[in-house]
């Protein structure tokens, strides 16, 4: 049997309880699909850093090297500042195995109820290329007079022209492949350096994908279409904070972020991807066995698909659109009131 | 009688519409209730640049220093880059005039439709008060090796204390006055140096500030609450990007652009407020006199209270209200077929 390597890092708050149960999903794909998952589990995150001072040992990331792909939970816990704790993990892992690309799909499902009164059912069908590198998110910046009536603070938001015509790249290649429609999330009328040199990018990669028609939308008017139209939009391509806001609010409108898988990915394949749900490690339900287990187990989908295990991706998609479809057991974030281990085991059952 | 004294710019796009129909019923609003308005009309704007190389005079903004309020149609126009023209026009008078508070309430009115299957009528009411001089949006920044393969933008975002402190004491008194809670807007797990530094600032004005329950969200999860559950929020304050997002959004969920007022204010009184509706210039719509009118009229009522004429500023509101909750005149944004200045003459009559 082929065997996959993977990191198991189920991280804070309830990825402990949503990685073990999509793990065992995966399992149950691999048992059918004749290929194998080795697990390394990880201890990283808050409650190692702690106990030990540290989220990860100092050699943590070199470790992750060499595997296959990287299954993560969520990060974060109300004891330890999310600047802290995101930028000691999260951000260090999709910057180092340049993961530059975010994908986040969002599909309103059948038997998902939408907050939206006029969608037709299975009329949402997105995905947000999110740019996963650099942008707004950046270390550069600091205080100048901290602490007095003078304080300010500054933070730098750089796009390079590489960093940023290859998420482009990848956007319009998908378009391609999808609907030949892409959206670039854009704000170049209020935001002065950066986002016009974005949608400059935006045209000069657009000569090469003669075959992808191009809109431009500024982020706020572009929330309000997701809201307004979201069956309107195919591939959404964003810079690293639009893409943020853009992918919880695709969540929204199709149902649930307890719905919403990611996949971060390098995508030339130079290091190991890595594939975690959209949403955070959410203290005010954990520990309770209630958290939706389907985004942690669709961003598993999404990981055997990358690991070329295309048929067992859409086995696992399957079973969850099925559990959803046919009023199985559901979480309290979809009006249900099932806990978290029992809609696993109804969507391996399903498989 | 009161005279105050008004200068009216439409601007392009769909403000050569909505802000003339706008002024009839302010100007009723002013007969009614036994004030007069002097209008300073100007005609700044792109069709000016295009003709004369200058969206205003030299000595433009000076002009508008005496003047009581600035009413604002919208700029823009597909033939002059947007960072051209709002950098021009509409953020150079937020800047001169302090207007460091810009106040967008959004309500679900009777007879509204909200694009949300769930929300009980009447069942939002919120205020965004957007940070409006600093933050994210400056000019601080630029181009390293231009036209190159090493190109690379960088973007400065900077907040002082003593520009986010004077929106968050007004966010905090005006939370104070409605229900006693704020919500803020942050980033603080992924912008690094800005967004710790706004929360502390938060929490060092809640001090004074004991009758305010507070609490904070991430603008990504924020984004999807007022999808999920709008009617939960009363006063959100925000950065100016962020908020700028959240006001289109809270807007969307409202049931349309269209209805969506805001206020650019100078809380002191030292220099002139404008105001404006959310909306921009819609070059889509422009010349077809079908844009509704109705954000530019309630954007008026704002400026009415603003000048001390709460009484005609509720009428006003009142008269929108009247409109939409018994079926009037609707233009095609709200499902119907009126034109601009059939709206306003119905909210005209039901003064
Ligand atoms: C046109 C643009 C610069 C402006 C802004 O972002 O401030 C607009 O979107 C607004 O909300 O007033
Ligand atoms: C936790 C946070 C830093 C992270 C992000 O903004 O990237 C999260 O919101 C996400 O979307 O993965």
Redesign the interface.
């Known amino acids: 049997d082929v065997v996959h390597r993977i990191a198991l890092i189920p991280g804070d708050g309830i990825g402990r309880e949503v990685v073990p149960a999509a793990a065992e999903v995966l399992e149950a794909a691999a048992r059918r699909f004749g290929f194998a998952l080795r697990w390394e589990e990880l201890d990283w995150g808050c409650e190692r850093l702690l106990r030990t001072g540290a989220m990860l040992p100092a050699d943590g990331l070199e470790a992750l090297a060499d595997l296959d792909a990287i299954f993560l939970g969520a990060v ?1 816990d109300p004891r330890v ?3 802290v ?3 000691g993990l999260l ?1 260090p892992i999709r910057r180092r195995f340049r993961q530059y690309v975010n994908l986040r799909p969002a599909r309103l499902l059948p038997g998902v ?6 969608v037709p059912a299975g009329g949402i069908d997105m995905v947000i290329v999110r740019e996963n590198n650099e942008g ?4 550069i ?3 100048l007079y901290p602490g ?15 960093g940023v015509d290859r998420v482009l790249r990848y956007a319009f290649a998908l378009a391609a492949a999808r609907r030949g429609r892409l959206t670039s999330a854009t ?11 974005w949608d400059e990018r935006v045209a000069a990669v657009a000569r090469d994908f003669p075959q992808v028609a191009v809109e431009q939308y ?4 572009l ?3 997701f ?2 139209r979201p069956e309107r939009f195919d591939v959404v391509v964003a810079s ?2 639009f893409g ?2 853009l ?3 695709s ?3 199709t149902g649930s ?1 307890g719905l919403a898988p990611s996949a971060n990915l390098n995508p030339e394949r130079e290091h190991p991807s890595m594939f975690e749900p959209v949403h ?1 490690s959410a203290p005010d339900i954990a520990g309770r066995g209630i958290a939706n287990p389907m985004a942690q187990i669709l961003s598993g989908a999404m990981m055997l698909r990358h690991l070329g295990q295309a048929r067992a991706a859409d086995a696992v998609e399957a079973a969850v659109a099925q559990v959803l479809a046919e009023g199985g057991p559901r979480t309290p974030d979809l009006g249900g009131n099932a806990g978290t281990a029992e809609v696993a085991r109804a969507v391996a059952s399903a498989l």
Request: glycine share 8%; hydrophobic share 40%.
């Open positions: 974060g500042p999310d600047h704790s995101l930028w951000i109820p939408s907050p939206l009164a006029a707004e998110y950046s270390e910046g600091g205080r007095t009536e003078e304080e300010m603070a500054v933070q730098e938001a750089v796009f390079t022209r590489r704000k170049s009328n209020g935001i002065v350096h950066t986002m016009p040199f500024h982020i706020d008017i929330a309000a279409h809201v307004q690293n904070l943020d806001i992918s919880d609010l969540a929204a409108v972020i955070g």
